[in-house]
């Protein structure tokens, strides 16, 4: 075992970065959060991604918020959400709310907001999280005839053909309503997710491309409000005009970009960090991270999951036979105990144990170790030609499980294999969207809504916006909306199941492990705590005396 050696590399660090730190922080410095290089400017409906989504988190309020011990959804910006019908819904507003420059939130920021984000040119990457509302289509992009005579989406440069969608209306400024094209069961607990965001004015005055500007310094109605963004830190600021329920409790808090969690980690043990989500895959070794952070360490059961995607551009994983081989032949088991400690929990299919939903065993023998059958499959499939690399971002601590992955997979399939480490996050995004990479790709998921939908419609339906490997089956896409249509949870539940038990037979990415979080603080503060989705409440944090 390396541990005690590492341990004992740990605590050189520490006390050379004890040494030489010249700096104390005080109250009125505010806190230190570990950040990540965010894909996109900051806009609401085009970040899909944790380095800029737990930003938004903290400066955006929606119409839901969900609660930070359960995740249930709660009103935040809205006063009800009422519905007869699952398809009709009256939103009225709380009077009063406001964003970061003073002006009022009314009814028109919600639906102009949404409207902008489904309109086809503006090209937003969680546009497909407004399909549900009735007129979506005619926005996203143009319309052809299928061969059944029914007019369908046709994305291949047709211009829409409205600018707003009929399912909304303003009635007045704290009222407005929604229509969805079918009846929609989890419609309100939806609306808490970030894309769902009002954009105040200013917004629809920046006229730069892709409101670029707009996106360097957001303007939103949460407890926060941006006031510095550079290539290595995000200053938040409290909204002194923020009246919701959910206020920070300190007055500033700084993401500091990191692209190596091990210097984080290092950081917060000297106390040169106040925060950190990811605790380094090495220090979980025998809780040598609870050791170095006694007192001061967290754990939080949260909706997080992680898979690889099959690159789409690459002709050696077409077949399903080489997909099934590639998953069988990870020994799950074995990398969440070496490499995690027992941190993480071997997936056994693709949906987080934390939600409602949740059913085991979705991916069947297809996500259970067997080398015999997998070596079978790699063979029958002709195998595969060349290197195949598996891609993972280097400042989010993935290198050393992706390392364990390559080699079973050589050790147990006889291929060539070779893990390709980008410099950060952004990057990673960059290739995949572009669809640059061939192999395998890393495909975390944290959860943006508490609903077994938010693991199935944004990664697999044809379209969706974070659909990565281009999977796309007409069944698949069929049970969602049935499910969306459903009178009750149960029976949506139940047919989101079903559709689960789809990929589980076309396996369009490899299911890993779901995800306890660790996380730790510095000496500064008390206590700090973790919700759900794997994000700080910024509301619990308190600092010590």
């Known amino acids: 075992m390396r541990v005690p050696a590492q341990a004992a590399v740990v605590a050189a660090i520490v006390t050379l970065g004890l040494s030489v730190s010249s700096c104390t922080a005080t109250v009125d410095d505010g806190v230190t959060i570990r950040g990540c ?4 400017p900051l806009i609401a409906t085009n970040t899909n991604e944790v380095c800029g989504g737990n930003v938004l988190d903290a400066i955006t309020a929606k119409l839901v ?3 930070a011990d359960t995740a249930a959804p709660e009103l935040d910006i809205a006063e009800s959400i009422t519905t007869k019908d699952n398809q009709n819904f009256t939103v009225k507003l709380k009077s009063g709310y406001k964003f970061s420059d003073g002006t009022e939130v009314k009814a028109k920021n919600f639906v102009d907001a949404w409207n902008w984000a489904v309109y086809g040119p503006n090209g937003q990457l969680n546009e497909y999280f407004f399909e549900p509302i009735e007129g979506y289509y005619d926005m996203a992009c143009g319309t052809s005839v299928g061969t059944d005579g029914k007019e369908a989406p046709d994305c ?11 399912g909304l209306k303003v009635v007045d400024d704290t009222t407005f309503t929604i229509k969805t094209s079918t009846p929609v069961s989890n419609l309100v607990t939806r609306l808490g997710y970030t894309a769902f965001a009002p954009q105040p004015d200013a917004f629809f005055a920046d006229t730069s491309e892709g409101k670029a500007d707009f996106g360097n310094a957001p303007i939103g109605a949460g407890p926060y409000k941006m006031t510095s963004k550079t290539d290595t830190k995000m200053v938040l600021e409290k909204n ?3 009246s919701g329920k959910n206020a920070g409790s300190v007055p500033k808090v700084t993401f500091r970009i990191y692209n190596d969690t091990n210097a984080a980690y290092n950081d917060v ?6 925060v950190t989500d990811v605790i380094p895959a090495d220090q979980l070794l025998n809780d040598a991270w609870k050791a170095s952070l006694k007192d001061r360490n967290g754990v939080k059961d949260t909706g997080v999951f992680q898979a690889v995607t099959y690159s789409p551009k690459d002709p050696n994983l077409k077949s399903l036979k080489m997909r099934q081989a590639l998953s069988m032949a990870i020994d799950r088991s074995l990398i969440t105990k070496q490499i995690f400690n027992n941190a993480r929990v071997p997936a056994t299919g693709w949906v987080s144990p934390v939600v409602d939903g949740y059913k085991a065993n979705a991916c069947g023998d297809n996500c259970v170790f067997n080398a015999a059958k997998a070596k079978q499959l790699y063979t029958e499939a002709g195998g595969y030609k060349g290197t195949m690399p598996i891609y993972v971002n280097g400042d989010g601590g993935h290198q050393l499980w992706a390392d364990a992955v390559c080699n079973q997979l050589q050790a147990n399939l006889g291929m060539k294999c070779a893990v390709q480490v980008t410099p950060d996050f952004k990057t990673l ?3 995949i969207n572009a669809r640059e ?5 890393r495909a975390g998921w944290q959860m943006d809504y508490p609903s077994i939908e938010n693991f199935l419609a944004p990664i697999y339906a044809t379209g969706a916006s974070s659909n990565d490997g281009d999977y796309s089956n007409p069944k698949f896409d069929a049970l969602l909306k049935q499910a969306a249509a459903a009178p009750t949870n149960e029976q949506a539940n139940a047919l989101y199941q079903q559709a689960e038990q789809i990929l589980g037979q076309d396996m369009p990415t490899i299911p890993l492990w779901y995800q306890q979080s660790q996380y730790g603080w510095s000496t500064k503060l008390t206590s700090i705590k973790m919700t759900p989705f794997s994000t700080f409440d910024l509301s619990s944090i308190v600092v010590a005396g």
């Open 65 to 67: 918020h969900y609660n």
């Open 37 to 40: 290089t965010p894909e996109n």
């Open 437 to 441: 990479y061939k192999g395998l790709y």
């Open 269 to 274: 043990v000297a106390n040169n960090l106040d």
């Open 429 to 431: 995004r960059k290739g």
């Open 240 to 242: 002194a005009d923020y």
């Open 156 to 166: 291949t440069g047709k211009p829409p053909k409205s600018k707003e969608m009929t």
